[in-house]
C-alpha cells in the first residue's frame, strides 16, 4: 500500500512539473519570417543598456507554479493575452525597486529578465509600443505581460486582448538586435526648440558680425527726399462746436471727444437752457469771498470750466451735476457745502417726496460745461451725472 501511494505521489510531482513547464513553454511565438521592407516608427521608451537587477533576476515560485527567469532572450517571442494595471497602482514599489508610474511605458512579465524591453503588438488593430520590464507578473494562466495604463492606452488593448511580445537585447555599446527590432525602430522625441525666425527679412543690423568674428558694416537708412510743399500737420483751421470733448485748439493737436462714465444720463432738454436769473448780491459776494479763501487744488490738465451763473443753493434754471441723492438732510447739505468748496463751484441740495436729498452743483446754461465739471469729479473717481436743473 505504501508502495502504490509512493507511487501515486510521484505521478503528481511529474504531473506538476509539466504544468510548470506547460505554463512558460505553451505561449512561445513562431520566430517572424524574413523582412526586407521599410523600417517604420513606433512610439516607445528609447531601448538603452542597463546591467541586470541583482535582487530581481531570481528564481521563485508563486501559487505553487515556480518561475525560472530566462537567460538566453536572443530569440525570444511569446503570444498571449495582456493585462492592464489599475490606477491605484500608482506609487507602489516594483519587483525592480522603482515606483510604479501609471503615465510610463512600463510592463511586468514573469521571466524576462529586470530591467529588459520588449515591442507589443496587438494582434487586433497592430498597433505597436516599446515598453520596459521592470516588474514581474501577471500570474494568471493564459496571460504573458501586464502593462501600464499609458501602454495599454497607446496599444487600445483591455484585459482580452491578444498580444505578440517580442524582445529586443542591448549590448553595452548600444546595439540593438532580437525579433523587436525587425522592421521597426523607436521614434526618438526631441524637445528642441525650433530656430528663431528672421525677423529681419534678411537684412543685418549693426551689431552682427561675420563669421570669423569681422563685424559687418551697418546699415544705413536712406534720408526722406527734401519737398518744399511738405507741412507739419496744422489744427488751427479746426473749429470747436461746443461739444464735449477736448478743445481742438492745443497746440496743434486735435482732441477728441471723451466718453462719459456709466451711468450718466442724457437729458431731452434742448442744449440751451432758457435765460438764468442772476441771484442776489449778497449770496454772489459770499461765494467770490469764498473763492478767494479757498485755494484752487484742481490739476492744470483738467479742462477749464465756466463758474456757473446759479448760486450756492442754485434755483436758478439750466443744466447741473447730481453727485449724491441721501435721506438726510444734513448730511446731504455738508457734502454740498464740501464738494462745492472743493470744486469752486455754485450747489444746492434738492429736497424730493421730503425724505430725499440729492446733492447737485453747478447751475450751468449749457451741458458742454456741466459736461466739463462732472470730468472734473471723474477724475477723483466720484460718480456723476448731467442732468437738467428747472426748479
Not at 5 to 23: N, P, V
Not at 84 to 90: F, K, L, R, S
Not at 326 to 338: H, W
Request: charged share 15%; with cysteine.
Amino acid at each position: 500500500m505504501r508502495k502504490e501511494w509512493l507511487g501515486i505521489s510521484l505521478a503528481s510531482l511529474m504531473l506538476a512539473a509539466c504544468s510548470s513547464d506547460q505554463q512558460q513553454q505553451n505561449y512561445t511565438a513562431p520566430p517572424l519570417p524574413a523582412y526586407n521592407g521599410p523600417v517604420v516608427e513606433i512610439p516607445g521608451i528609447e531601448p538603452k543598456y542597463e546591467p541586470r537587477n541583482s535582487t530581481a533576476n531570481n528564481n521563485y515560485t508563486v501559487n505553487g507554479i515556480s518561475y525560472k527567469i530566462a537567460t538566453d532572450t536572443q530569440n525570444f517571442s511569446q503570444i498571449g493575452l495582456a493585462t492592464t494595471y489599475g490606477a491605484d497602482a500608482q506609487g507602489n514599489r516594483t519587483a525592480s525597486g522603482e515606483a510604479f508610474d501609471t503615465d510610463a511605458f512600463t510592463a511586468a512579465h514573469p521571466t524576462l529578465p529586470i530591467p529588459s524591453y520588449v515591442r507589443v503588438t496587438n494582434l487586433a488593430n497592430n498597433r505597436q509600443i516599446v515598453v520596459r520590464i521592470n516588474d514581474r507578473g501577471p500570474f494568471i494562466p493564459g496571460r504573458i505581460i501586464d502593462l501600464s495604463p499609458a501602454a495599454a492606452t497607446r496599444l487600445n488593448t483591455s484585459n482580452n486582448s491578444r498580444v505578440r511580445i517580442d524582445v529586443i537585447n542591448v549590448t553595452p555599446d548600444g546595439t540593438l538586435s532580437g525579433p523587436g527590432t525587425i522592421g521597426t525602430r523607436v521614434a526618438k522625441q526631441s524637445y528642441d526648440l525650433p530656430a528663431r525666425p528672421d525677423l529681419d527679412g534678411g537684412m543685418t543690423t549693426s551689431e552682427s558680425a561675420a563669421p570669423g568674428g569681422t563685424a559687418l558694416p551697418p546699415v544705413t537708412t536712406p534720408t526722406a527726399p527734401t519737398d518744399t510743399n511738405v507741412r507739419a500737420v496744422d489744427n488751427s483751421e479746426l473749429q470747436s462746436n461746443g461739444s464735449s470733448g477736448a478743445p481742438v485748439h492745443s497746440n496743434g493737436l486735435q482732441g477728441a471727444p471723451q466718453p462719459l462714465r456709466s451711468g450718466v444720463l442724457e437729458s431731452d432738454e434742448p442744449q440751451e437752457a432758457p435765460a438764468v436769473t442772476q441771484p442776489s448780491a449778497a449770496p454772489a459776494v459770499a461765494a467770490a469771498t469764498v473763492a478767494a479763501s479757498t485755494p484752487h487744488t484742481t490739476p492744470a490738465v483738467n479742462p477749464p470750466v465756466t463758474k456757473p451763473a446759479a448760486s450756492s443753493h442754485g434755483s436758478g434754471k439750466g443744466f447741473v451735476v447730481q453727485v449724491a441723492a441721501v435721506n438726510n438732510a444734513e448730511r446731504a447739505n455738508e457734502l454740498q457745502k464740501k464738494l462745492a468748496q472743493h470744486y469752486n463751484v455754485a450747489g444746492h441740495v434738492e429736497a424730493v417726496n421730503g425724505n430725499v436729498y440729492r446733492v447737485q452743483l453747478g447751475g450751468y446754461g449749457s451741458r458742454s460745461e456741466a459736461t466739463a465739471l462732472q470730468q472734473r469729479l471723474a477724475q477723483d473717481n466720484l460718480t456723476s451725472f448731467v442732468t437738467s436743473n428747472n426748479n
